[in-house]
């Protein structure tokens, strides 16, 4: 740390094996002249992908503008109707066959960032197209030390034939940094946080990691003399935003560690350490640790597959047994249509989850996280019945630096490209680019 009246954006709380970005804080260096309160905060996107498409009836909000009426799908977001936009009317034609056959669940993972025809094989002549993330990432993830964050709860699997002849690397990967290069994500939330709190990034080695975890210490024991340094440089307010911010890493750690415990009591069990038993709790420690991710600027960008498009997980805990993917063909049968809308209901709450931790998290500019961010919210699929790709379910969280009109239900008539929408957000994030996949213009009413 410098010993000047302000902080780097960059400081890090140091020790054996780790290193802590901070949070936004008061004292932190101002931007470009500016005071503290007036600094610029960074934008951040994200794009988080549930499978298998929707209850079409019950996601639909009635009504358009402000004055929406939300759907029984979408009611755990009620709280946080200012903030999140539901944008009906748009599509994603490359997902579907246009003279390749089957494969729509391949297609709509691989598609749903890249608005690209993917090439159909189940060899490794694979063929997609540079996603939206990865061009964000391709210039914003040169200010942060993780260029792009990418996240899922499903194993990955990179190799072999998957859907209808399309390889698996396709239904398993959001992002692609080039035509033929995924970027796999992470599923195991230890590795996650030691991507954002271990040492290696910051000139530390794998011996001093392995160190701390052989010392079974928490990551906070060992830059508790850091973090008490800086303690004495601060003020009460923003003395009171570091010790949250820790309470916050220290909660989400515990609850990795009670998962690898949970992993290991259990016999027979494959899946790596930290990754929890439950669904749930895999979902939302993944969340945390993306929050934590933007509130200490370690990325600007990241994606979360919650799951495949083609998966069976079954939903017990909310009193639906059957695969996901089984009941998705549903046939118009009603008790089949009301346990997919309970699974649509799951996911929604753990959006929601995600997005509140947002809006209470404070950002450098004394705004919220989620003022600054555009989270996209959405399936490659409509109605999994039918298999369109057409008048996809997509929300459009945040406040985008106060570039967004959130608090609305905006339909779009026409056939217009997801992509278009994407490019809007490229527009807001600071890159230029002409074209993305399908793309034919941009979102203006956003």
């Given at each position: 740390?410098?010993?000047?009246?302000?902080?780097s954006?960059?400081t890090f709380?140091?020790?054996i094996g780790?290193?802590?970005?901070?949070?936004?804080?008061?004292?932190?260096?101002?931007?470009?002249?500016a005071?503290?309160?007036?600094?610029?905060?960074?934008l951040?996107?994200?794009?988080?992908?549930?499978?298998?498409?929707?209850?079409?009836?019950?996601?639909?909000?009635?009504?358009?503008?402000?004055?929406?009426?939300?759907?029984?799908?979408?009611?755990?977001?009620?709280?946080?109707?200012?903030?999140?936009q539901?944008?009906?009317?748009?599509?994603?034609?490359?997902?579907?066959?246009?003279?390749d056959?089957?494969?729509?669940?391949?297609r709509?993972?691989?598609?749903?960032?890249?608005?690209?025809?993917?090439?159909?094989t189940?060899?490794?002549?694979?063929?997609?197209?540079?996603?939206?993330d990865?061009?964000?990432?391709?210039?914003?993830?040169?200010?942060?030390?993780?260029?792009s964050l990418?996240?899922?709860?499903?194993?990955?699997?990179?190799?072999?034939?998957?859907?209808?002849?399309?390889?698996?690397?396709?239904?398993?990967n959001l992002s692609?940094?080039?035509?033929?290069?995924?970027?796999?994500?992470e599923?195991?939330?230890?590795?996650?946080?030691?991507?954002?709190?271990?040492?290696?990034?910051?000139g530390?080695?794998?011996?001093?990691?392995?160190?701390?975890?052989a010392?079974?210490?928490?990551?906070?024991?060992?830059?508790l003399?850091?973090?008490?340094?800086?303690?004495?440089?601060?003020?009460?307010?923003?003395?009171?935003?570091?010790?949250?911010?820790?309470?916050?890493?220290?909660?989400?750690?515990?609850?990795?560690?009670?998962?690898?415990?949970?992993a290991?009591?259990?016999?027979?069990?494959?899946?790596?350490?930290g990754?929890?038993?439950?669904?749930?709790?895999h979902?939302?420690?993944?969340y945390?640790?993306?929050a934590?991710?933007?509130?200490?600027?370690?990325?600007?960008?990241s994606?979360?597959?919650?799951?495949?498009?083609?998966?069976?997980?079954s939903?017990?805990?909310?009193?639906?047994p059957?695969?996901h993917h089984?009941?998705?063909?549903?046939?118009?049968?009603?008790?089949v249509?009301?346990?997919?809308?309970?699974?649509?209901?799951?996911?929604?709450?753990?959006?929601?989850y995600?997005i509140?931790?947002?809006?209470?998290?404070?950002?450098?500019?004394g705004?919220?996280v989620?003022?600054?961010?555009?989270?996209?919210?959405?399936?490659?699929?409509?109605?999994?019945?039918?298999?369109?790709?057409?008048?996809?379910?997509?929300?459009?969280?945040?406040?985008?630096?106060?570039?967004?009109?959130?608090?609305?239900?905006?339909?779009?008539?026409?056939?217009?490209?997801?992509t278009?929408?994407?490019?809007?957000?490229?527009?807001?994030?600071?890159?230029?680019?002409?074209r993305?996949?399908?793309?034919?213009?941009?979102?203006?009413?956003?």
């Amino acid at each position: 740390m410098n010993n000047k009246g302000y902080l780097s954006r960059r400081t890090f709380l140091r020790g054996i094996g780790s290193a802590i970005a901070l949070p936004a804080l008061e004292c932190m260096t101002p931007i470009y002249g500016a005071s503290a309160k007036e600094a610029a905060a960074p934008l951040r996107m994200a794009f988080v992908y549930s499978p298998n498409g929707k209850n079409m009836e019950r996601w639909l909000p009635k009504g358009v503008g402000r004055d929406y009426e939300l759907s029984p799908t979408l009611l755990p977001m009620k709280d946080l109707k200012p903030h999140f936009q539901v944008l009906s009317g748009l599509d994603h034609d490359k997902a579907a066959a246009n003279g390749d056959g089957g494969g729509d669940h391949a297609r709509a993972n691989s598609t749903f960032l890249t608005g690209v025809q993917i090439k159909k094989t189940a060899g490794a002549d694979i063929r997609v197209g540079v996603s939206v993330d990865q061009l964000a990432a391709a210039k914003v993830g040169l200010e942060t030390y993780l260029p792009s964050l990418e996240l899922s709860c499903d194993q990955p699997r990179q190799s072999g034939g998957c859907d209808s002849g399309y390889a698996c690397a396709y239904q398993y990967n959001l992002s692609w940094k080039t035509e033929n290069l995924p970027m796999a994500p992470e599923t195991d939330p230890r590795l996650v946080f030691e991507r954002l709190f271990g040492a290696r990034h910051f000139g530390g080695s794998e011996e001093s990691r392995e160190q701390r975890a052989a010392m079974k210490k928490s990551v906070l024991d060992f830059v508790l003399d850091d973090a008490k340094r800086l303690q004495n440089r601060l003020g009460a307010t923003d003395r009171r935003k570091l010790d949250e911010y820790l309470t916050a890493v220290r909660e989400t750690e515990i609850r990795i560690q009670r998962s690898e415990e949970q992993a290991a009591r259990m016999a027979g069990q494959t899946a790596p350490s930290g990754i929890p038993a439950d669904y749930k709790s895999h979902i939302r420690v993944l969340y945390d640790l993306m929050a934590l991710a933007f509130e200490t600027d370690s990325t600007r960008i990241s994606t979360f597959m919650m799951a495949h498009d083609g998966s069976n997980r079954s939903f017990s805990d909310i009193g639906v047994p059957n695969g996901h993917h089984e009941l998705s063909h549903h046939q118009g049968k009603p008790d089949v249509l009301d346990k997919i809308g309970k699974i649509d209901h799951f996911y929604i709450e753990q959006f929601a989850y995600f997005i509140d931790k947002l809006r209470n998290t404070k950002d450098i500019d004394g705004k919220s996280v989620l003022d600054n961010s555009m989270i996209v919210y959405g399936c490659g699929i409509g109605d999994g019945n039918r298999h369109n790709h057409t008048d996809l379910p997509v929300i459009l969280a945040g406040h985008g630096g106060g570039t967004l009109q959130p608090g609305r239900h905006v339909r779009y008539e026409g056939a217009i490209p997801l992509t278009n929408l994407y490019l809007s957000m490229l527009d807001r994030m600071g890159v230029k680019a002409e074209r993305l996949g399908d793309s034919d213009g941009r979102v203006a009413d956003i």
